[in-house]
């Protein structure tokens, strides 16, 4: 949760710079396993920022459904009641 507000409180200069770095770094690895293939970074850069957001929101959400499930079976309405909502933001994001 502190990685999820830490990195969404940064600046948008800010996060993109971060993820454009790891968007080289991987670029580059994947250019010396495989020499002849190109990427166009403005686009790559753009599926590696919604795919971190999707999987740092799964993650949460797996934690929190095993932190539920050890409650005990009310929290299954809970979630059931929260589920779509989170789902619905993170479908905003793209």
Same mark, same amino acid.
Request: proline residues 2%; aromatic residues 10%; glycine residues 4%.
């Given at each position: 949760?502190?990685?999820?507000?830490?990195?969404?409180?940064?600046?948008?200069?800010?996060?993109?710079?971060?993820?454009?770095?790891?968007?080289?770094?991987?670029?580059?690895?994947?250019?010396?396993?495989?020499?002849?293939?190109?990427?166009?970074?403005?686009?790559?850069?753009?599926?590696?920022?919604?795919?971190?957001?999707?999987?740092?929101?799964?993650?949460?959400?797996?934690?929190?459904?095993?932190?539920?499930?050890? /409650? #005990? &079976? %009310? $929290? +299954?309405? *809970? =979630? @059931? !009641? /929260? #589920? &779509? %909502? $989170? +789902?619905? *933001? =993170? @479908? !905003?994001?793209?």
């Amino acid at each position: 949760m502190l990685l999820i507000f830490n990195l969404s409180s940064q600046a948008a200069e800010q996060s993109n710079q971060l993820s454009t770095d790891i968007t080289k770094v991987i670029v580059k690895t994947v250019e010396k396993v495989h020499l002849k293939v190109s990427f166009d970074i403005k686009n790559f850069n753009h599926i590696i920022r919604k795919n971190a957001h999707f999987f740092a929101y799964l993650v949460l959400g797996l934690l929190v459904m095993n932190a539920m499930k050890k /409650i #005990g &079976p %009310w $929290c +299954l309405s *809970l =979630n @059931l !009641l /929260i #589920g &779509p %909502w $989170c +789902l619905s *933001l =993170n @479908l !905003l994001t793209y």
